[in-house]
């Protein structure tokens, strides 16, 4: 059945139905009023974010199942609270959809949805489906909170601090890369990478913990990559950051699909968007005493990457000891081209 | 300029600088990192709600200037939080833009934001820039709160309550018919509805003076048309309502309009949505008494329109007291088509 056959109610209620029945403590009221009602936690501020993911820009109907689009959605939204160090409330979903649109397909991305919140604790508690002209558009906003005053902000880099990276970076655009050009590419292993294209993991509880540790100066999720985010943490502390290539953390199975493809792994790990792990800087020292413990509780490696500095802007020094200015080239969206990688590549 | 040439981010900063300066108290941090941050006031409940406008579907360019269009996508947002009897703390705007469009207009609808938020002190906190492979589609997400346990819901009418509506009704849909066939309408006087059309004025405080004295026992504001909204209060109570025909109130350019358009007033006030008034239910006898005060203080009439029952559904009692049901036909995003009028009116 289509969409334009079921009508916007008819809709609202189907949709309603997949979603998680038990209320949530602080949920006063969910879906089925004019706002979702909530009762704030003393102690604790609010936490706010949007995005808007567009079918033919953000996502391919023929790349992802329509759970995969769902979760997808979801996990952006989640990452930004993560990058918060806070914790997620809620979520609201402003889904615009074309009449000629399957109801089932709807159906299944908000059981995408509905398995993002439940694995990470964030309730779907309203939204809002209008017709779209031709798209399918799913904007998510998320309510989040973290103890008042311990929000961990862009701009508390200092000099002296060290950049910290969770995981390994250049999957998800290795992923979009293998999506792009089967052809180059078959006979490689690529079930990660088009994991962590399709169902990106924040690294919410990974990020709560560092906080409460108390070893986080800054922080940033990386998702336009890691040399756009690190370079928004360095504007907005007013001090620059020097990563060493050797460093950077890349996976096999990069490394692999970046030969295939003839491009240089720094520059997908470096200037790929979407890989949704954490950037974060440290007071000298203080990490190192927690990695082995943090390791082994999330199966997630963390990696020493560079050194923040007085000036401005991100470098990158080489093995050789040489080093370059690294150009923000990670996502803009009216700017990045998915033949990126044709570019020669910078290290 | 066009967006494409400018980036996102020269845009996020250009369209930053026209957003109001002053912080609210509550702020802690606005735009410019993962989140936006707010300290929320101790005893209060929060709200949160979401709608999408697309260009083409909710409005036209050419019907509407680019600050029109700011305004009406914060107010019909600003209108839920009227619908619960509670208070904007904040706005977050997710704006998908396609490449070709003019910074200009993006600035200009930015421009019309910051005249509604100014105007209903619902600061602009943070948002979203992506790309719209073709059409400007905006997503606005409003934080607001109120007393906890004070939130006014669908769910509240009671059988022997009264049905209340401010202002009049049907003008919205009296303006974009205006839009829609201008050359029926020469010489008619316009400007009124076409107002309501454009900048849609939520009836916020006037929700919270009526919370404040006691009078709701539920409360819907007016964005699919009376008839669905209030259905959609007697499907959250378990009542029905009956509406008196003639104390409908509809605006003299309204009924000139209607009859050059050859249809019934009470079609267009019943069904024609976006009106954006309140329509509440109160105890018999109690709201007559601030009636007045009401009306000088706000300068909008409050007329009681019909009675709530026992029973299901909307009915409507003709001035020569015949009953008829009223289905609700006000807007469905799916259902709903612009030549609806050519139907035969209901009365």
């Known amino acids: 059945m289509l969409i334009g056959e079921l009508g916007e109610f008819a809709l ?20 089925g009023d004019d706002c979702a009602v909530l009762r704030p936690a003393a102690g604790m501020d609010l936490l706010l974010t949007t995005d808007t993911q567009e079918e ?44 000629t649109l399957e109801v089932a397909f709807v159906e299944a991305l908000y059981d995408g949805l509905q398995e993002l919140a439940t694995a990470y604790d964030c ?25 008042s005053g311990r929000g961990v902000y862009r701009s508390g880099a200092q000099v002296g601090d060290e950049v910290w990276v969770t995981g390994d970076l250049g999957g998800a655009k290795a992923g979009l890369e293998v999506l792009l050009h089967p052809e180059i590419l078959t006979g490689l292993s690529t079930s990660e ?53 050797v460093h950077i953390p890349v996976s096999e199975e990069v490394h692999h699909i970046a030969r295939a493809l003839q491009v240089a792994p720094l520059t997908l790990a470096l ?48 093995p050789d000891g040489t080093q370059q200015p690294l150009s923000a080239r990670g996502y803009d969206h009216f700017r990045t081209h998915t033949d990126d990688l044709t570019e020669a590549p910078d290290a």
């Not at 689009?69 to 409330?89: E, T, Y």
């Not at 031709?134 to 103890?147: A, Q």
């Not at 108390?214 to 985010?229: E, F, K, Y």
């Open 12 to 31: 609202i209620d189907r949709l309603q139905q997949r979603l998680q029945k038990t209320a949530p403590a602080q949920l006063v009221r969910g879906i």
């Open 271 to 318: 200037h790929g968007g979407e890989d949704f792990e954490l950037c974060f800087i440290a007071p000298a020292g203080v990490v190192s005493r927690l990695q082995q413990t943090f390791a082994a509780h999330f199966q997630c490696p963390l990696r020493r990457v560079g050194t923040i500095q007085a000036g401005r802007g991100v470098t990158l020094r080489l």
């Open 56 to 99: 033919g820009v953000h996502f391919r109907r023929d790349w992802s199942t329509p759970q995969d689009i769902g979760w997808r959605c979801l996990a952006v939204n989640v990452s930004d609270i993560a990058a918060m160090g806070g914790n997620p409330l809620g979520a609201v979903i402003a889904l615009s959809v074309p009449a």
């Open 123 to 147: 309730p779907i508690i309203g939204g809002n489906i209008s017709k779209a002209s031709e798209h399918l558009t799913v904007t998510i906003t998320v309510l989040g909170d973290v103890p």
């Open 193 to 245: 990478v088009l994991r962590r294209y399709r169902r990106p993991r924040p690294r919410l509880r990974e990020a709560q913990y560092l906080r409460q540790h108390g070893v986080l100066h800054s922080l940033i999720d990386i998702s336009d990559g890691l040399s756009s985010d690190l370079a928004h943490i360095c504007t907005e502390s007013g001090v620059s950051a020097q990563l060493e290539a």
